[in-house]
Structure formats: C-alpha cells, structure tokens
C-alpha cells in the first residue's frame, strides 16, 4: 500500500487544521492506522492510532481532547483533526499503517508502510 499525507501548513498558536492520508493499492480498510511526528532534533513519537474498523482510537496525552482520528474506508482515508494547536506541536506529520492492532501499535517500528510526511508549523 501506498501513502499520500497532505494538509499540513503554518497555523497560529490557537489554530487548527486537518491532516489526511490517502491509502492506494491495497484497500486502505486493511491496515490498522497510525500518525506520529517528528520535531527538529527528536525522535519520532506516536500520536494517535486507529484500528480498520475504526472502532477502536488512542492517542498520546500530550495531544488527547484537541487531536481525533477518524478513518473513512470508502475513501481509503484516514484523517487527523487538530485544534487548539500548540507551538510545541510543530513537527513533521506521518501517517503509517500496519496489518495489525496490538500493543505494538504505539510504536514506529511496528508500521509496515509509510507516508512520505507533511510538516505543521505553529506559530506563537
């Protein structure tokens, strides 16, 4: 499976926006789902997940009540709303996928397939 992140840009302190990720080749409602992101200097840190169904979401704490995962099969999407954003949010967004939900699913190594990122800027 192939994927296409897009969405992220400069946003104020405050603001917010929406990352999708689109799923080609296989179909996306195969793959249990994960964003992390990575800031300048850091290593790359889980964000949120979702199972194929959808049924099941986490997320870090860091970003819990301003951040929803939310997937749409039929499009083979799977997005990431972002309100109240932070300066500290900044980083560069990755959407991944894996065959499996399990308690591996926190962790980058465990995604089989990667989106080439997209980088979100907030701004103080």
């Known amino acids: 499976v192939q994927l296409q992140a897009s969405g992220g840009g400069l946003v104020q302190a405050g603001g917010s926006l929406r990352l999708s990720c689109a799923a080609s080749?296989?179909?996306?409602?195969?793959?249990?789902m994960g964003w992390f992101r990575q800031a300048p200097g850091k290593e790359r840190e889980f964000v949120a997940l979702i199972t194929r169904s959808g049924g099941t979401t986490d997320y870090a704490d860091s970003v819990e009540g301003r951040f929803t995962i939310s997937r749409d099969n039929a499009k083979n999407t799977v997005y990431l709303q972002m309100i109240s954003l932070k300066p500290e949010d900044t980083a560069v967004y990755y959407c991944?996928?894996?065959?499996?939900?399990?308690?591996?699913?926190?962790?980058?190594?465990?995604?089989?397939?990667w989106g080439q990122g997209t980088l979100v800027t907030v701004s103080s």
């Open positions: 080749g296989r179909a996306g409602s195969s793959y249990a």
């Open positions: 991944a996928a894996r065959s499996t939900y399990n308690r591996d699913s926190y962790y980058p190594t465990a995604y089989d397939y």
